[in-house]
């Protein structure tokens, strides 16, 4: 079976937990080193990773090609604009002759579905590397901030304040196989789906309200009120006035509460300067570990 790494919520609560613990010490073991000197074990050494990108990218881009150098192999990027895909080449037809050149593809595509439908038939492992629908990714990058900074997640109380898009999709996907409770506050009209949830629904509580939310929790997170592919920008700045993360909210959440955030952000919308850069925040921590993270779930992937 290969190893695809496409949302939170197929895999089993062990292995996740395994790639988790693999992020905390790839990281612990290589303290110090400059950025390009590969792990001792190189498990992606003579690997080839393809990256393709639908939509914009810093983070997601940087880490896992930093990632894959650190693991001991390379990679290839391109736009999905630039490659015969963005001139309506069949996704299956890209999947199979890919397979034939690399030995894994992270993919970030506007449409989940498509993701879907290249892991189908790839005969290497595919990665979610963000869709309309989820981030897996980051969960995990965030999962590991939190860990380091205020022990293990499990029993932990999250609070996602604002939109319930792809970011909330993920952390709702990991909160039932981590075993930490997820309070949601959305407005009712961008609550989020819902669907992949069915046996973990008593882990995730929905509200409208962010004081609700934010209530003794150990960790507040908070996204773009406007997500890639968003259209309707001004309805979203209005319905969601009421949910920026300011200090006044985070006075409500457990005195030694911590602020996440995946970036990029908008200062002064879902969240004020005075929180992202004040001394709760951890999203310089967070951004790196999008590598560790990775190359935890690369390893995983190359060693199926
Ligand atoms: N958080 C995140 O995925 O950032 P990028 O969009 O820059 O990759
Ligand atoms: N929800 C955001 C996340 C960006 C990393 C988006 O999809 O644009």
Redesign the pocket.
């Known amino acids: 079976m290969v190893r695809h790494f496409l949302d939170i919520h197929r895999l089993e609560a062990a292995e996740l937990r395994a790639i988790l613990d693999d992020a905390h010490a790839r990281k612990a073991a290589r303290k110090g080193w400059t950025q390009g000197r590969p792990d001792a074990d190189a498990p992606g050494e003579d690997r080839v990773l393809a990256m393709i990108f639908e939509?914009n990218?810093t983070?997601?881009r940087f880490s896992f090609d930093a990632a894959i150098r650190q693991l001991g192999g390379s990679s290839i990027i391109a736009t999905a604009a630039d490659m015969q895909l963005g001139r309506g080449e069949p996704v299956e037809d890209t999947a199979r002759v890919l397979s034939r050149m690399v030995d894994a593809v992270m993919i970030r595509a506007n449409d989940h579905e498509d993701v879907e439908r290249f892991a189908r038939v790839s005969t290497v492992p595919v990665i979610n590397g963000?869709t309309?629908r989820s981030?897996p990714c980051?969960i995990l990058a965030d999962l590991q901030t939190i860990e380091e900074h205020s022990g293990p997640i499990a029993g932990k109380t999250i609070a996602w304040i604002g939109?319930g898009?792809?970011?909330c999709h993920s952390f709702m996907h990991a909160a039932p196989k981590f075993g930490f409770h997820l309070n949601v506050a959305c407005p009712a009209e961008y609550h989020p789906d819902l669907r992949d949830l069915a046996k973990g629904a008593n882990a995730v509580t929905l509200t409208s309200d962010p004081r609700e939310a934010v209530k003794g929790a150990d960790v507040v997170v908070t996204?773009?009120w406007v997500?890639?592919?968003d259209q309707d920008y001004e309805a979203r700045l209005a319905a969601f006035e009421s949910y920026s993360v300011d200090e006044a909210l985070m006075a409500l959440a457990d005195p030694d509460a911590v602020f996440l955030h995946?970036?990029?952000a908008h200062r002064g919308e879902e969240v004020t300067d005075a929180v992202i850069d004040g001394p709760r925040s951890l999203v310089w921590d967070e951004a790196e570990n999008r590598i560790h993270a990775q190359k935890a779930v690369l390893a995983w992937c190359f060693a199926g």
């Open positions: 939509k990218s983070r997601t963000l309309d981030h980051q939109d898009n792809n970011v996204d773009t997500s890639m592919g995946c970036l990029p």
